[in-house]
Each structure stands twice: as structure tokens, then as C-alpha cells.
């Protein structure tokens, strides 16, 4: 049985809790990889609607088991504060998986990351604030706090004092701020430890048996490609891999096991944060697009910055992931319009370029080349069928997966669970 990975083949906000729920009936395990609570996930089931940050999408649908795997960073106050919020809308979050090996978003790498952001002025990258990159430079420098410390006081301790003793002096010396105690922080981990034990387990075997056993497992990123920190607008971009590859290593099942990549591409473009974006409109159209998409952040509650497609960042996608399939989402949002234009090149320096620039200084002075497409001005959101939907709705479906590289297999034509057109089916 396949093991699946959907991801955002944009900046993020794509859809994907949408996509991810959609599957998650089909699905016996969906596994979040990588990204913390600065990821957000609007799901709608029948009349509710869940915001979702740090929870796989999956804990919504009953018969799957929702795996937050090793890649992840973890808020352990957000992670309840989250629990307990479904909880209490009757959402059953027994079945949560947490890996042992996931890392701890810390009190003082909050603390870092915001005086860091403000200490930056106008150089700032947009962080939301939360800690997550703070906690993946404690990782890769070896200083980290993963789950498993909460149950060795010990070693726990050991590794708050070493992470502190460096941290101390930045924020004491540089940010004129208070020294943290290490005390203080290992005695507020440790209040997490029991609570988060039931949920504690060895992700990396239980889903490469799973996969053996032929149960499908499901792979769901957080925020989207072009915030991949090796291949996005660097340095305008997460700290983990959204992309493919990162369900690899955040999960611990390996690439042969993966048979389908599917891409979540918005009919039109957003973003949050600062960084390049060719696309942005700063007219009564992005207006528009922000007013009637409902274009804010799940979790940063930040207005979104809107644009046209761009075609070029999809082929980008396609190729970076190795997309197998797209699953266009708000295209109900685009009805209303004359003519819809979308983005097939950039002009840098005069010169034509249709594939992304390598070079930051190149795309960051990219014009978009835009081909303008007929609207329509039908309502869409009863659509069940690809034949249902108005022919120039046909024909921009069309465009889009001519000019992205890989077949678009559904479109999302309202954001309910069951407003969804099914093209070529994910399993």
C-alpha cells in the first residue's frame, strides 16, 4: 500500500489541512514531519471549522492514527492548550503519537527568538516568534532538548545548563536582558512529562511496520516549498525541510518507500512574512483576493500577502519534490472576475527567464510576464465533477497543470469537507 507526501508547493497556506482530511477516511496514519507551531491548518467539517497548529490534520478523522514524527518541534504548553481545545468539542485525541526523538521548543528559545526579531529592525525575516528556529539551531548544534530528556532528570538538567550557558551571555551582554535560571526551566519541563508519556513512542519503527503491513501512512507538511530552508527564498524562510525529502528524515521511513508526492497549489498566490514575492498585488484586486479567500494566518492571525499565480514557482515545486500530483485548492475564490491574469515568466534585466532564479539578488528583482485567461462568474462551490464547472473554469484548470508539470488531480471549489472536485484518485 503507498505511503503518500502532500505538501505546499507555494509559501505556505495552500490548503493542505483540506487536502489532508479529505484522505485522512483512506488513510490509516498521517504524520507530521517537520515545522512546529508555526504551521496553521483551517479544516471544515460539516459546520465547524478547527484551526490547527502543531496536531497532524489526521485527529480529526477517527479510524487514523495521527504520528507527530521526530522532525517536528514541539510547544508542549500549545501542544495541550490544543489537546484540550478538541477535547472539549468532543474530538477523541487518544490515538495521538508523539516520537521520542521530536524536540522541545524550550521557554528560553521563545525568549530568543523574539528579542532576535526585534534586535533585527529592519533586517527582520518575519519570524512568527515561537521559538522554532532557535530550537532547530539547538538541535543541529547539539544542544537540544528532545522529549525523552523529560524522563531522565539528569541528563535534563545537564542539557538546559549547557544550552544556557551560551544563551545567558547573548541575552545578559547583548539584549541587556535577564539571565534565565535553569532550574526554573527543567522544574516547567518536567510538569509536561507525565501527561505527554501515553502518547510517547518509537514513531520510526511503528511506521515502517505499519508500511510493511500494507496500512497506508500518510505524510503531511507544514508551511510549503518555497520556505524550505535549502531550497526556498532563503533567508526569508522556515528552519526545517517542507519539501519531500524532509518526510524522509523527519520521519525516519526511507525514500523507496514513498509513491506519490502531491503538491497543494492555491489558484492564486499568498504568502506571510517578509521576501520576494513577483506576484504581490497592492491593488483593489489583492484586496479582493485577501477579502473574499479570507487570507489571514491560522496562526499568526497576520493579513496574507496576495498575488496572481505564478506559474514558475509551481514548476519549481514539481521539480524540487518530484511531484507526482497537484490538488488546487480556492478556486472558488477567483469567480468573479473578467479576466484572470497568471504568471508564466519573469523579466530580470531585460531578459525572459521562465524557471525560478538561483539567485536571490535575481529574484528578488523579478518582474512577473503575465498571460491574461477569461473568468467566470458562476458559482462553483456545487460542483461535483470537472464537467460541472463553467468551460473558462475548465480551461484555467487546464492552463495551470500545462503550465506546472504534473497532472492537477483535485480542486478544492469551497472550503468544505465535501466541496472538493476528485480528478485521478491519490490511492
Given amino acids: 500500500m503507498p505511503a503518500l507526501v502532500l505538501l505546499g508547493a507555494q509559501w505556505g497556506d495552500e490548503g493542505k489541512g483540506k487536502a489532508t482530511d479529505l484522505l485522512g477516511g483512506s488513510v490509516d496514519y498521517v504524520v507530521r514531519y517537520q515545522g512546529g507551531n508555526n504551521a496553521g491548518h483551517t479544516v471544515v467539517v460539516g459546520d465547524q471549522k478547527y484551526a490547527l497548529h502543531l496536531l497532524p490534520s489526521g485527529i480529526l478523522t477517527p479510524e487514523c492514527t495521527p504520528v507527530i514524527g521526530n522532525g517536528v518541534v514541539i510547544d508542549p504548553s ?7 481545545g478538541l477535547n472539549e468539542r468532543g474530538v477523541d485525541t487518544s490515538k495521538l503519537l508523539i516520537s521520542g526523538n521530536a524536540h522541545i521548543i524550550t521557554p528560553y528559545n521563545v525568549t530568543v ?11 527582520k525575516i518575519g519570524t512568527t516568534g515561537r521559538g522554532i528556529g532557535p530550537t532547530y539551531a539547538d538541535k543541529i ?10 524522563y531522565d532528570e539528569s541528563i535534563l538538567t545537564q542539557k538546559v545548563e549547557a544550552a544556557l550557558d551560551g544563551k545567558n551571555q547573548l541575552l545578559t551582554k547583548v539584549f541587556n536582558r535577564r539571565a534565565i535560571e535553569a532550574e526554573q526551566v527543567v522544574e516547567e519541563l518536567l510538569t509536561y512529562a507525565d501527561r505527554l508519556k501515553p502518547y510517547v513512542a518509537d514513531t520510526v519503527l511503528l511506521l515502517n511496520k505499519a508500511l510493511d503491513d500494507n496500512k497506508v501512512v500518510l505524510f503531511e507538511g507544514g508551511q510549503g516549498t518555497l520556505l524550505d530552508i535549502d531550497h526556498g527564498t532563503y533567508p526569508f524562510v522556515t528552519s526545517s525541510n517542507p519539501t519531500a525529502g524532509g518526510a524522509c528524515t523527519g520521519s525516519g521511513v526511507g525514500p523507496t518507500k514513498i509513491s506519490r508526492v502531491i ?12 521576501g520576494p514575492f513577483p506576484t504581490e498585488l497592492f491593488d483593489a484586486d489583492g484586496d479582493a483576493l485577501r477579502r ?4 489571514r494566518g491560522v496562526t499568526t492571525g497576520r493579513d496574507r500577502r496576495c498575488g496572481w499565480f505564478d506559474a514558475v514557482i509551481a514548476r519549481y515545486a514539481t521539480r524540487v519534490n518530484g511531484l507526482t500530483d497537484f490538488f488546487l485548492t480556492k478556486l472558488d475564490v477567483l469567480t468573479g472576475w473578467e479576466e484572470i491574469p497568471v504568471c508564466v515568466a519573469y523579466e530580470i534585466d531585460g531578459k525572459r527567464v521562465e524557471e525560478l532564479p538561483y539567485s536571490q539578488t535575481d529574484f528578488h528583482h523579478a518582474k512577473p510576464v503575465y498571460e491574461t485567461l477569461p473568468g467566470w462568474s458562476e458559482d462553483i462551490t456545487k460542483a461535483k465533477s470537472f464537467s460541472d464547472l463553467p ?16 497532472p492537477i488531480s483535485a480542486i478544492g ?14 490511492i
Fill in 78 to 84: 500549545v501542544l495541550f492548550s490544543e489537546l484540550n
Fill in 113 to 123: 527568538d523574539k528579542v532576535t526579531e526585534r534586535f533585527l529592525g529592519k533586517r
Fill in 141 to 150: 548544534n547539539r544542544v537540544g532538548i528532545r522529549v525523552q530528556d523529560l
Fill in 263 to 274: 503538491g497543494i497549489l492555491k489558484a492564486y498566490t499568498t504568502r506571510v512574512g517578509a
Fill in 292 to 295: 473574499i479567500g479570507g487570507e
Fill in 391 to 406: 468551460k473558462n473554469a475548465q480551461a484555467y484548470v487546464k492552463a495551470l497543470e500545462d503550465m506546472s508539470g504534473a
Fill in 413 to 426: 471549489v469551497g472550503p468544505g469537507r465535501d466541496e472538493t472536485i476528485e480528478i485521478n484518485s491519490f
